[in-house]
């Protein structure tokens, strides 16, 4: 049952950003940029990919980074949380509009078939935790 669960939300999280990621919107360039740092940084087979989500703000000020399992596969929750908030500090130092951004979602994605992931974690933060937790 639990396994079923998450399956269903991350493929409604995807039905949620799938509008949101095209590569023609305002900031394409440096999302492209920071795909491949963040290609180099997680390594061979992570397939990183970065969108908005959209949810009822600024079509832009919620980031969406998603990886293959590969880049951190089969961690717990806890450890899962500790890598996402490196790489949404990550992001933060190398997304160009990061300034305009209010959250940063990071997520790890499983292929189970053709056009189908397995969203086996997800976590959400927001800029200012990320910015206040830096300068400590």
Known sequence: MHEARRLLLGAFTLALIVPACHRNAPDGDARAQLIA???????????????????????????????????????????????????????????????????????????MRPGLWRVPHRRAFAIADLTASEAR
Do not use: C, K, W
């Open 37 to 111: 740092v963040l290609g180099d940084s997680l390594g061979e087979g992570a397939n990183p990919d970065v969108s908005f989500m959209r949810n009822g703000g600024r079509p832009e000020s919620h980031l969406y980074v998603t990886f293959e399992t590969p880049a951190i596969p089969n961690v717990s929750d806890s450890a899962f949380d500790i890598r996402a908030r490196g790489l949404a500090r990550f992001v933060v130092r190398h997304y160009a509009h990061a300034i305009e951004l209010d959250s940063i979602s990071v997520a790890a994605r499983e292929p």
